[in-house]
């Protein structure tokens, strides 16, 4: 099963020597029927061939995730739910009858 690598950034790039070539990156690693893990990859080549690469996945060098925002419909239905309750709410508290009989 073949490993995939999915760069997302570039991080930092190193070109300090003449004939070197060095950068970072974050991305996906992807294997068989796994989830698609975040790693942070690091590549360099000397003269034209790659000369070295790693990926790792640490957590503590990644990335913080982004959290999705409710679209507004889901905001607006929320709010008219909760005004729907208190609306029930006030309702039946004001319809009590006092009775003497």
Do not use: C
């Not at 309750?85 to 009989?101: C, E, H, I, K, P």
């Amino acid at each position: 099963n073949p490993v995939t690598f999915n760069l997302s950034s570039i991080t930092a790039i190193d070109r300090s020597q003449p004939g070197f070539l060095s950068f970072t990156g974050s991305g996906l690693i992807t294997y068989s029927v796994y989830d698609p893990t975040p790693a942070i990859f690091k590549f360099s080549t000397q003269g034209g061939s790659l000369t070295s690469f790693s990926a790792t996945s640490d957590a503590t060098t990644l990335p913080p995730p982004v959290h999705g925002v409710p679209e507004p419909s889901t905001w607006a239905m929320l709010i008219a739910g909760f005004l729907g309750l208190g609306l029930l709410s006030y309702r039946r508290r004001s319809t009590a009858y006092l009775r003497l009989v």
